[in-house]
C-alpha cells in the first residue's frame, strides 16, 4: 500500500512559479512510477508528467513542456513538480499518483494504470 498526500499549491500571478511536494508512505515507494495529473472544474484529468522509479526518464504534456520538472527523492519518499512560467490554464486540481506496473508507451498518460492516489492541490493561476 501507498499513500501519497500533495502540498504546495495556491494562488499565484501569470508568469510566477510554484513547487508541488508528494510524501508518500510505505516501504517500497521507491518501486514505483509516479506521475502528477491535474483536473479542471468541468474537464477530465489529464496527464502532466511522470517518471520511473529509477528517475532515469521523464514524461511530459505538451502543454507543459519547458516550463514543468518533474522530480523524485526516493531516500524522502518524496516527488516534486516544479512549475514554472505558470500560466491561467495551468489552473486546475493537481493529483500526484502511483503505479507500481511496468509502464510503456501511451500508459504513461492513462490514469488507468495508476493503483494510487493523493487528495488533489489546487492551484490557481491569476492573469
Known sequence: QVQLVE???GLVQAGGSLRL???ASGRTFSSYAV???RQ???KERDFVAAMPWSGDITRY???VKGRFTISRDNAKNTVYLQMNSLKPEDTAAYYCAASG???YGTTWYNSGYYDYWGQGTQV???S
Open 21 to 23: 511536494s508528494c510524501a
Open 101 to 103: 506496473r511496468a509502464l
Open 61 to 63: 504534456a505538451d502543454s
Open 124 to 126: 490557481t493561476v491569476s
Open 40 to 42: 479542471a472544474p468541468g
Open 7 to 9: 502540498s504546495g499549491g
Open 35 to 37: 506521475g502528477w495529473f
